[in-house]
């Protein structure tokens, strides 16, 4: 079987920096929906789209089709007094931008803690990096239907919402 709008792809996959470093690999198979579901990059999927189990695949992502650019506005120093007493370099949380007057919600993480000030991050930590994804397809079949109709798939004995 193809890979094809509606099926489900599993793949291993490898993340590399632009300098060739190894970021990420996984071993066990993961699983995406194949056609416009947002569970993989936009243009990995378009690179995978047509291909068969086996397949070989490597795709050079610039920042906006990845992670998006670092964004410095992101980075924001607060009082320590705003947070608890363990807090230490690494630790992440969520949080609102405080430029936000939405409920959008961002993964911070801290990356500095002093007895005054605390810095927080709220990029991924891939922003503004270009990344290579290359994979080898493991698996193809065709979406279920309960599966198309919540737009992901589901693992093997139902799913966990």
């Given amino acids: 079987m193809r890979i094809a709008k509606d099926t489900v792809v599993s793949l291993r996959y490898e993340l590399f920096d632009s ?6 690999k996984v071993d066990a198979p993961v699983s995406y929906m194949h056609g416009g579901y947002d569970g993989i990059f936009p243009l990995v999927e378009e690179a995978l789209h047509g291909k068969n189990i086996g397949d070989q695949c490597s795709v050079t992502l610039q920042p906006d089709d ?3 650019e670092y964004d410095h506005d992101l980075v924001e120093v607060e009082a320590r007094s705003a947070f608890p007493g363990e807090i230490e370099v690494g630790m992440q949380f969520e949080g609102a ?3 936000s007057d939405e409920e959008d919600f961002l993964l911070y993480t801290v990356k ?3 007895d ?3 810095t927080v991050d709220g990029n991924h930590p891939l922003a503004g990096k270009t990344l290579t994804f290359s994979c080898t397809v493991t698996g193809v079949r065709q979406a279920t239907a309960e599966e198309l ?3 992901h798939v589901h693992e093997e004995g139902g799913y966990i919402h």
């Fill in 19 to 24: 300098e060739g470093e190894l970021l990420e």
């Fill in 66 to 68: 990845a992670f998006g």
């Fill in 97 to 99: 931008p405080e430029s």
């Fill in 112 to 114: 500095e803690v002093t």
């Fill in 116 to 118: 005054d000030e605390v």
């Fill in 149 to 151: 109709i919540h737009g």
